[in-house]
């Protein structure tokens, strides 16, 4: 919970000021998304995952694919609830909170299961 909680704040904190400063939403989604995966790797691979973090190497650089890999997953649903939100005429920060709750339960399953599984 605290690396979702952290890369959630940076995520919405991030997305609240790039929109209200004019960025488009899904933009503003996408980049916020970003910044948030990037607090989410240093803190679930260092304090939620830690026991389940791969060697150095060869294994860690696989880990680290998986985990882009599920944040693009996370990013493509997260920018395609906040563009149909605004297809939709539906206030786009209502999107990007519906966008949040999708993105997590299908990225914390996707590192569950494949990035941080136990060997």
């Known amino acids: 919970m605290v ?6 704040i940076v995520d919405l904190g ?3 000021l790039l929109y209200a400063n004019g960025m488009a ?7 916020s998304y970003i910044l948030g995966v990037a607090i989410h790797w240093i ?5 939620v995952f830690a026991d389940r973090l ?8 696989a880990q680290q694919v998986l985990f882009v890999l599920s944040a693009l997953a996370g990013l493509a649903i997260t920018a395609g609830i906040v563009w ?5 005429e539906v206030d786009p920060r209502i ?17 569950l299961l494949f990035v941080f599984r136990p060997d």
Not at 3 to 8: C, D, H, I, N, R
Not at 43 to 47: A, K
């Open 84 to 88: 149909f939100a605004g297809e939709a």
């Open 95 to 111: 999107g990007k909170l519906v966008a949040m709750g999708a993105s997590f339960l299908a990225v914390w399953t996707i590192r």
């Open 43 to 47: 803190v679930s691979s260092r304090f």
């Open 3 to 8: 690396a979702s909680f952290a890369g959630t």
């Open 25 to 31: 939403p899904v933009g503003a989604a996408t980049a």
């Open 14 to 16: 991030g997305f609240l």
């Open 54 to 61: 791969a060697r150095p190497g060869m294994a860690r650089g």
